[in-house]
């Protein structure tokens, strides 16, 4: 597959060189160091990153070419000195198919080993802890699973502190997955993905107006999967709707897993009682599941998601997939509808064991319609936290049932269709993602900008809704004052 970008490198400043980027920017390295990024932006602008240790990058702002660079090497002279940039393999390996070898208990490997954008990870499902290894050390272990070889000492050490798992001298084959670099046109390493819109849950907050049990055919879904896995996707969400309820959601499932990805699932849980599901998240184990919850009893809930039974399928459901060990987390969901349950809400949930947060905040419908914020406690507006930032589109996107890609679930505009038109033509997606991020309309000039709670998408959505500035801008304190 040709790029579509040449490579390129010069020296653009006294000891700064630009490298041409797959993803229509920059890198910049200063005496050797890989510092930063930029990439171009509207209004022949560029978008400047600095690069910090285990993040995507932090944003410096939008300026002039020039000024762009400057800003990087004026944030890097100014931080903490960061490690080397490690060096990328660039070749394609000829690698073997990948093989589901699966242990005593049928399940498959226990650690994933791949590149994450400029850096070499070592992941384990369900874990938070996490490796960086140096280039040499995930090149020899690359070589080592190509040549069938075992895990050597020097990795087994690690993830037994890491993990408590024994996997010295195991072969290498049946307890690790090492996924080779990305040889697309364009790399990313998290995506989200609703499998299907349909829903057994009529929720009145929902912030999908049309939940059509619509979707690709089981090979175009493996077939999608591929792709995100040769673009370099690791941390994979799959939602929906709800997601267990897809038909070919197991066999899509098994193939990601397969694939070498972290996967997330987001489920109403009234599903995760049923012994299918059960059994393909043992033999492949997710890294989280999380669960909504909307009532601690069966009036609220059922009332809530307008649907009978929604509450006994549900605690069914989770109760289920605790037992069986999985790695979950739950969503409390607070509206008014509920909101005098929140104590029982967080009382039933301790006493299965299982950490929770509770999102307060409803949004319109992603398409501008304002009827789900009759849903909203009005006492909890105002309560999220400062928006701090996205990478969305740069180092992350979202894929529809039908396999049409935008920046995030929110900032749906100029959508491409990744069947028809493959990982090239996401090497539109961050001008498309940046257009979306740029303060318009009503958000033009603000002066309290810095302290917004809300992305710029996720505010158009609220002004498209006509919904009150209380519910998403500082400027609507006054109203609720």
Not at 91 to 114: F, G, N
Not at 151 to 157: C, R
Not at 427 to 454: E, F, N, W
């Amino acid at each position: 597959m040709e790029r579509r970008i040449p490579p390129a490198k010069r020296e653009f400043l006294p000891g700064v060189t630009l490298t041409v980027s797959v993803m229509g920017g920059y890198s910049i390295e200063r005496e050797g160091d890989y510092i930063g990024w930029i990439h171009a932006s509207v209004d022949n602008r560029w978008n400047a990153y600095v690069r910090r240790p285990g993040t995507g990058g932090h944003p410096l702002g939008r300026y002039d070419q020039e000024e762009a660079v400057k800003a990087v090497v004026a944030a890097w002279e100014a931080g903490t000195v960061l490690p080397k940039r490690m060096p990328v393999v660039t070749e394609k390996r000829e690698r073997p198919p990948a093989v589901l070898v699966r242990d005593k208990e049928d399940r498959m490997y226990q650690v994933i080993v791949s590149p994450q954008e400029d850096l070499f990870i070592a992941v384990r499902a369900g874990r938070q802890e996490a490796m960086q290894l140096p280039s040499a050390n995930y090149a020899e272990l690359a070589d080592i699973s190509d040549g069938g070889g075992v895990v050597p000492a020097w990795f087994g050490i690690a993830a037994r502190q890491a993990w408590q798992v024994e996997l010295t001298g195991q072969p290498i084959n049946e307890v690790l997955v090492v996924r080779p670099p990305s040889v697309s046109p364009v790399t990313y390493s998290r995506a989200s993905w609703e499998i299907n819109k349909g829903c057994n849950f009529s929720c009145e907050h929902c912030y999908l107006e049309q939940r059509p049990f619509a979707g690709l055919p089981l090979p175009e879904k493996l077939r999608l999967l591929d792709m995100l896995r040769d673009m370099g996707v690791i941390w994979f969400e799959i939602t929906g709707g709800e997601p267990l309820i897809d038909q070919d959601f197991v066999p899509a499932y098994e193939h990601a897993h397969a694939a070498g990805m972290m996967m997330e699932i987001l489920t109403n849980g009234s599903r995760l009682h049923r012994e299918e599901l059960l059994d393909a998240f043992h033999r492949h184990p997710p890294h989280k599941i999380t669960v909504s919850v909307y009532g601690a009893s069966p009036e609220t809930a059922d009332a809530l998601t307008q649907t009978r039974g929604a509450f006994k399928s549900a605690y069914r459901g989770l109760q289920a997939a605790a037992d069986a060990g999985l790695p979950l987390g739950v969503a409390l969901i607070v509206t008014k509808h509920n909101v005098e349950e929140l104590d029982e809400m967080r009382a039933l949930v301790r006493d299965l064991g299982l950490p929770f947060k509770e999102y307060a905040s409803i949004s319109p419908t992603y398409t501008g319609k304002g009827s789900t914020l009759e849903s909203q406690v009005p006492s909890l507006i105002g309560k999220s936290d400062v928006f701090q930032g996205c990478p969305a589109g740069h180092t992350s996107f979202h894929v529809d049932p039908l396999g049409f890609t935008t920046m995030c679930k929110v900032g749906r505009d100029s959508p491409i269709n990744l069947i028809t038109e493959g990982p090239e033509g996401l090497l539109r997606l961050p001008a498309i993602a940046d257009a979306q991020m740029l303060r318009t309309g009503g958000c033009s000039g603000c002066k309290l900008s810095s302290t917004c709670r809300v992305c710029r998408p996720m505010a158009r959505v609220y002004q498209e809704a006509k919904a009150p500035l209380s519910h998403y801008c500082q400027h609507g304190d006054k109203e609720r004052s």
